[in-house]
């Protein structure tokens, strides 16, 4: 049996990309791997928060090259770059795939361009990272990547189709992906979280009664912190899971087992009773 690997020189020499990471869940996983010696690259749009997040991820791994590249991952020379630049520093061995949007959205009160958005940002965004960083890594003698799905994917959120339709054609991507890159020794799993603290979710935890059902749907009673999600794709990237590919794991508390949330109240605030009594 091989040694166990001191935590802080895992992903010594080591480059990880994730997209998303200026904030949330993205930046919490870059502090992760970086935590543990990795060389990372965090992709997003607003490059002043992409500065204020590299400086975060350096207070944990300073002199660590931590880099970003500001852009739009549904852009294929973006991700392709950076893919590129990630790899210059140090050979590429992790990719993430978090860069996401949504929201409330019911289907008959849906503009076309609006679900043609959240399908460039969350599926072909994710499409683009498999393609370019899994080919990277297969070349550097394997590794693994990770997308970022959610409860959404595998259970109904009524009024939040087009979020939930890409959320799920992920799940499928990452198995499919996982089924064509193990010859090129590249692991592909996802992380389907729950609802986790972050500025996205404010809204949800902030309403009483759409917060206190996302409990009643959770055997465990509670909300998730990014550190939860950072932890697992962690653990499915690493080399203790080196057997693991093709796996979406649950990380919500159990509210996987239950029902989607009732955000009924948020449904009707925004677009009339119309939208959901017809």
């Avoid at 499915?236 to 057997?243: D, V």
């Avoid at 649950?250 to 996987?256: E, N, Q």
């Amino acid at each position: 049996m091989s040694k166990p690997i001191e935590a802080e020189q895992k992903y010594a020499n080591q480059s990880v990309l994730i997209t998303g990471g200026g904030s949330g869940i993205g930046l919490a996983i870059a502090k992760r791997f970086a935590s543990m010696g990795a060389r990372t690259l965090i992709i997003g749009r607003s490059e002043s928060r992409l500065e204020q997040a590299v400086n975060e991820i350096e207070s944990v791994n300073p002199g660590g090259q931590h880099l970003f590249v500001a852009g739009d991952v549904s852009n294929e020379t973006v991700i392709k770059d950076a893919v590129a630049k990630a790899n210059g520093v140090a050979p590429l061995t992790v990719a993430v795939a978090n860069a996401g949007t949504g929201g409330l959205s019911p289907v008959i009160a849906t503009e076309a361009d609006h679900f043609d958005d959240i399908m460039r940002t969350n599926l072909r965004g994710t499409f683009l990272v498999f393609k370019h960083a899994g080919r990277a890594i297969a070349k550097t003698g394997g590794g693994a990547m990770c997308g970022i799905s959610s409860i959404a994917g595998t259970n109904t959120h009524r009024f939040m189709a087009p979020y939930c339709v890409s959320k799920a054609a992920i799940d499928m991507l990452i198995r499919n992906t996982a089924d064509e890159l193990g010859i090129g020794k590249v692991r592909v799993n996802g992380v389907n979280p729950g609802l986790v603290e972050t500025e996205l979710a404010s809204g949800l935890l902030s309403d009483e009664n759409v917060y206190n059902d996302y409990l009643d749907c959770m055997p465990i009673r509670r909300h998730g912190q990014v550190e939860d999600i950072a932890n697992a794709v962690e653990f499915l990237c690493s080399p203790e899971a080196t057997w693991i590919t093709g796996v979406n794991l649950a990380v919500d508390g159990g509210h996987h087992l239950r029902r989607g949330p009732n955000v009924e109240p948020f449904a009707r605030a925004l677009f009339g009773d119309e939208a959901v009594d017809l």
